[in-house]
């Protein structure tokens, strides 16, 4: 009764390599810079584009995490990498070609447009992976609160994903349940329609959101029972960065910027 | 086997002599594995009686659970599984669902409509029956727990006895042979404890319950069964397994 183990980063962060040493301030800070460089990069700029994919690639090496594990993440970012798609025909500029049935024209300039947003979100993407591939979830929300994010921020990320399991599971007991109850009989069409089959499962839905509504509450006065004010504390030995670390973020940074200042200068 | 010989079968009500003696439930060489590899269930041989009522004991983890769910094809092991004769294959799953009433341990899982009436026409709703229909045996089954007056109500504003008893209207309501019940006692009070045993006492259907409520055992089955480690190790009349002290307590279960 667990959650697909692919969903789950947990059997990555627990390997060794020379990213799953390094301190998570320093990996986030260069994983939230490496997605700033590239979403400032201008369309088109290929050669910029692939100067990226060669740093993002040799952390990917460094990570030896499996080339299963990034398809699979980068795969959950595609559905919404495809709401640019329609910029193909929307964008004015040279005729590529016409749709035949709908009659829209597609631009060069559009799909320049769409390629270029594909390729900065897979960076991104495959950046975000690296991070969350090799670092577990307890250090990233530690490095969070160590680099002064908000603490409501911080702790709102910390619960989630603290809750995220049990409330998942549970929606998967429902599931079940209703499997169980979803019966046929001869000469009778089982299921009724579309339409009430997507009712229940909305109804399902809107029950495990007042579920888990409630539980919040009965959380919260159990931590505020317990003297929660909003801190979460830890005497858990910190980590600090060694030579290893600030290398990494010196030779990470000064590559972003390198190419950054080269496409726009 | 075609499926279609599934709806010559009456529903609920066996009789005691019973002119075909085709059982209820019939298990063979059953296997499980979890995902992770290791063994739930280990070579099950089961054979239940129409109107038997069964409990099924042993420890957390025995695979007590594991084993109710492959009754209506939630879980598929590899192994044989006849319901009323007929095996359980992906033809035959829709149909024996409808035969195999399963009551969830946590009524939280079972009930995810958003009011009562809506969680126990949800059965005859999915089978395709008529409005009328629906209407009748949703009323009969509320009847039936005692409940009809929450119909109304969202189910999880419900005590837990109430809850309880909805989810056993939620599968009364189609109407099936056998009741499979997953811990139907736990965490309920004396007096609701008490009045769930006496409806399941009233009902005609085969029954097969997981608990570990050796009283509840004792006085609502007729046979009793222990699991241990993915395997039934005991099987036999319930009295004469109950006073089995020895048996019992090597496979770590307490005297009622």
Known sequence: MSLPAWLTAERYQARDSFLHRRDARIKLVVTVSAAFAVTLTPEGNWLAFGAFALVVGAFMVLSRLPVGFYLRRAGLALPFVAAAVPLIFTRPGETLFTLPLFGWTASTAGLVAVASIVLKAMLAVLMATTLVGTTPPQALLRALERLRVPRLLSSTIMLMYRYLFVIAEEGQRMLRARESRSASRVNLHAGRSVGWRAGVLGRMVGTLFLRSYERSERVYVAMAARGYDGTIRTVRAEHSPDTFDWLMLLGSLSAFAGIVVYVLV | ?256
């Open chain 2, 1 to 256: 086997m075609s499926s279609s010989e599934l709806a010559t079968f009456q529903p609920s009500v066996p009789t005691a002599t019973g002119s075909a003696r085709v059982s209820a439930i019939e298990i063979a060489g059953l296997h499980y594995n979890y995902p992770d590899g290791t063994a739930a269930l280990d070579g099950i041989e089961l054979r239940v009686e129409a109107g038997e009522r069964v409990a099924l004991m042993g420890l957390n983890g025995a695979g007590k659970s594991t084993l109710l769910m492959h009754l209506n094809g939630i879980l598929r092991g590899t192994g044989q599984i006849r319901i009323l004769g007929h095996e359980l294959t992906d033809a035959t799953v829709g149909e024996i669902r409808a035969q195999v009433g399963f009551v969830f341990q946590n009524p939280d899982d079972q009930l995810f409509s958003p009011s009562v009436w809506d969680d126990v026409a949800y059965g005859p709703l999915y089978m395709g029956l008529d409005r009328d229909e629906i209407e009748r045996r949703v009323d009969r089954a509320l009847a039936a727990v005692g409940m009809r007056d929450v119909a109304d109500k969202l189910p999880h504003h419900l005590s837990l006895g109430q809850r309880k008893r909805v989810s056993l209207a939620t599968v009364l309501s189609m109407e099936p042979s056998i009741l499979v019940l997953d811990e139907p006692t736990a965490g309920l009070d004396p007096a609701a404890r008490r009045q769930l045993i006496e409806l399941l006492d009233s009902l005609p259907q085969t029954l097969l319950f997981a608990t570990h409520d050796m009283r509840f055992a004792r006085d609502s089955a007729t046979r009793a069964l222990i699991m241990q480690a993915g395997r039934i190790v005991a099987d036999g009349p319930v009295a004469e397994l109950l006073a089995d002290g020895p048996t019992l307590e090597r496979y770590g279960l307490e005297l009622p």
